[in-house]
């Protein structure tokens, strides 16, 4: 039985397919990594207790891994951030591609 997770990965993405901007679609995924970054930092902050065995050295780790983890969550795109900034800028690309093949030369 495949995982969904798997399943994900295995299916092309129009980026590459050749059918796409494969520079938007890495900027979408680092703007849906800056989001879960803050996220995460968020959560993190919300903690009940003190930490006795923290550190600054394991505050940094853990944001270290935080930063990597949240890399990785864009890039499975399980939460349609990347998706709706990509689908939205398109749109724009597609809006000015009209208007400038319009007449304007």
Same mark, same amino acid.
């Given at each position: 039985?495949?995982?969904?997770?798997?399943?994900?990965r295995?299916?092309?993405?129009? #980026?590459? *397919?050749?059918?796409? @901007?494969?520079?938007?679609?890495?900027?979408?995924?680092?703007?849906?990594?800056?989001?879960? /970054? &803050?996220?995460?930092?968020?959560?993190?902050?919300a903690?009940?207790?003190?930490?006795?065995?923290?550190?600054?050295?394991?505050?940094?780790?853990?944001?270290? #891994?935080? *930063?990597?983890?949240? @890399?990785?969550?864009?890039?499975?795109?399980?939460?349609?951030?990347?998706?709706?900034?990509? /689908? &939205?800028?398109?749109?724009?690309?597609?809006?000015?591609?009209?208007?400038?093949?319009?007449?304007v030369?």
């Open positions: 039985m495949t995982s969904p997770i798997s399943s994900v295995a299916t092309p993405t129009p #980026a590459a *397919a050749g059918g796409g @901007d494969g520079g938007l679609r890495k900027a979408a995924e680092a703007f849906e990594a800056v989001i879960l /970054r &803050q996220l995460m930092a968020s959560m993190r902050q903690k009940l207790g003190d930490d006795i065995l923290g550190s600054s050295a394991t505050d940094n780790f853990r944001e270290m #891994a935080d *930063a990597r983890t949240a @890399d990785s969550l864009a890039a499975m795109r399980q939460f349609g951030i990347a998706d709706m900034v990509e /689908r &939205q800028f398109r749109g724009q690309l597609a809006g000015l591609a009209g208007r400038s093949g319009g007449g030369q």
